[in-house]
């Protein structure tokens, strides 16, 4: 079977991060390109609400992006408004990918539960929220990589099923 091309763009939620010490949006790049990701933005977005969900929203318009992973903000601090401003621009939700990164990635790290990252759709564009360390973004991502392909394909209209 064919797959659509997954065109990424990473962005990492801080107000603290700069892009020489943003381990966690590297990290996030380097996995989504040992599965063929074409990069297309690697931006750093401060925690700030209405910021982050209008960036959100300007990127799932563009016809080159069809993924958007983020990386922080999805804690339990003030300033964690990951969740909110995805919510705030997705039309469906896909709360299986959500479910299984933290179900998975809890037996190894209890603050897993802690998550608070969601996972949904708007148009084309399949938004992921990860957490904001890079071995949580390592370890999210690994429980997610077998299915992203798939879930691209039937997103972009492919919804044909292997015998």
């Given at each position: 079977?064919?797959?659509?091309a997954i065109k990424?763009?990473?962005i990492?939620?801080?107000?603290?991060?700069?892009?020489?010490?943003?381990?966690?949006?590297?990290?996030?790049?380097?996995?989504?390109?040992?599965?063929?990701?074409?990069?297309?933005?690697?931006?750093?977005?401060?925690?700030?609400?209405e910021?982050?969900?209008?960036?959100?929203?300007?990127?799932t318009?563009?016809?080159?992006?069809n993924?958007?992973?983020?990386t922080?903000?999805?804690?339990f601090g003030?300033?964690?408004?990951?969740?909110?401003?995805?919510?705030?621009?997705i039309?469906?939700?896909?709360?299986?990918?959500a479910?299984?990164?933290r179900?998975?990635?809890?037996?190894q790290?209890?603050?897993?539960?802690l998550?608070?990252?969601?996972?949904?759709?708007?148009?084309?564009t399949?938004?992921?929220?990860?957490?904001?360390?890079p071995?949580?973004?390592?370890e999210?991502l690994a429980v997610?990589?077998?299915?992203?392909?798939?879930?691209?394909?039937?997103?972009?209209?492919n919804?044909?099923?292997?015998?």
């Open positions: 079977m064919t797959h659509f990424a763009v990473v990492t939620v801080s107000d603290t991060r700069r892009p020489d010490d943003d381990l966690s949006g590297k990290r996030l790049a380097e996995s989504l390109r040992s599965i063929d990701a074409k990069i297309v933005e690697q931006m750093i977005v401060s925690d700030d609400l910021h982050l969900r209008n960036t959100l929203y300007t990127l318009e563009r016809e080159d992006v993924l958007i992973v983020t922080g903000g999805t804690g003030p300033r964690d408004n990951t969740p909110e401003a995805t919510r705030a621009v039309e469906r939700e896909a709360p299986g990918l479910e299984a990164m179900r998975e990635t809890a037996v790290n209890l603050m897993a539960m998550s608070r990252g969601i996972c949904g759709i708007r148009g084309t399949l938004i992921i929220n990860l957490p904001g360390s071995k949580g973004v390592e999210c997610i990589r077998p299915v992203l392909k798939h879930a691209i394909d039937q997103i972009s209209g919804t044909k099923h292997d015998a």
